[in-house]
């Protein structure tokens, strides 16, 4: 009998208030690295990503492609807004100019595209043996063909929006006197220019693979790729935009004072793009990817 309130029990038991907690396994929180990549990893990173670009069917890289030749021809288009306007000195223009270009290879980089002159670097994929020359040969061609693809029909799309006309034709003019600038100069001339340009955008698509966040790799490429518009340098795949839209502003009547305005033609814009595109494979093969897969290699060697 229950005796005083106090509630009956059955026997041989306890009772008890305490409370058992089912223990989780601990999850470990992952540690997150702020740092860039060092050198070394950066070069890992870069060869990793060239097997995967040869890996590629031809119809995936060459859209991809497209997209990247869009995105630089976008930049160009920046460019030559920002640059048209009279009121602005030499130097600040051309500054200005470059940073608004660089809009074109944050586009590449951020959301994804396939660029000839960044693919350059796949010339260390080669020389580590983790690619072949048929498959790295092929890839280029696709690109470069693809990166022409998307400029063109980016200047299709402008000169029926109208465009070049802003700024009461300034932009056509503009448009017209840069791409003269581009072809007037000596095959020579543009060849080197274009091997110092793609050692600057190489290094600046290395960045990209050494940063941590977007921040990290809009920041960092910002100084290089302003630094080789604003010294005058050639670019294959801007130039696949800054040629035909040129040539497209001078059929519609802009930059007829330009100064070698007659040089903008078909053959003009073949003779630069020839001159660019050997110089930029030069520029990023040889003197970013191989060097600095040889440095990398003889690192690994000694460790």
Not at 99 to 108: E, H, I, P, R, S
Not at 246 to 262: H, I, R, Y
Request: hydrophobic content about 55%; overall charge neutral.
């Amino acid at each position: 009998m229950p005796n005083n309130g106090t509630p009956a029990t059955n026997a041989g038991t306890t009772q008890s208030n305490e409370v058992h907690v089912t223990t989780q396994p601990s999850i470990l929180t992952p540690i997150i690295n702020v740092n860039a990549l060092t050198p070394a990893e950066t070069e890992e990173a870069v060869e990793k990503a060239g097997v995967t670009k040869t890996q590629l069917t031809g119809g995936k890289a060459f859209v991809s492609a497209m997209f990247a030749g869009a995105f630089i021809g976008f930049g160009a288009l920046f460019f030559l807004i920002v640059t048209c306007d009279p009121a602005m000195t030499w130097g600040p223009k051309r500054f200005v100019g470059g940073l608004a270009f660089c809009m074109g290879l944050v586009l590449v980089l951020c959301c994804g595209a396939e660029l000839f002159t960044g693919n350059s670097l796949m010339a260390s994929d080669l020389a580590a043996h983790r690619i072949s020359w048929p498959a790295m040969l092929k890839n280029w061609v696709i690109v470069w063909f693809g990166n022409l693809a998307g400029a063109l029909v980016l200047v299709t799309l402008i000169a029926f929006a109208g465009t070049m006309g802003l700024n009461d034709g300034a932009v056509g003019n503009t448009a017209v006197a840069t791409a003269a600038s581009k072809i007037t100069p000596d095959w020579f001339t543009l060849f080197f220019r274009g091997i110092l340009c793609n050692i600057l955008v190489c290094l600046a698509v290395r960045i990209g693979f050494s940063a941590r966040s977007v921040a990290d790799k809009v920041l960092g490429i910002l100084l290089p790729i302003a630094g080789f518009v604003a010294m005058g340098f050639e670019h294959c795949v801007a130039n696949m935009f800054f040629l035909p839209v040129g040539l497209v502003s001078k059929m519609l009547g802009f930059g007829a004072q330009a100064a070698g305005a007659d040089a903008v033609t078909v053959q003009g814009i073949l003779y630069n793009l020839s001159a660019a595109t050997l110089g930029n494979i030069v520029g990023g093969a040889i003197f970013v990817a191989l060097a600095y897969w040889f440095v990398n290699a003889k690192k690994n060697a000694t460790k």
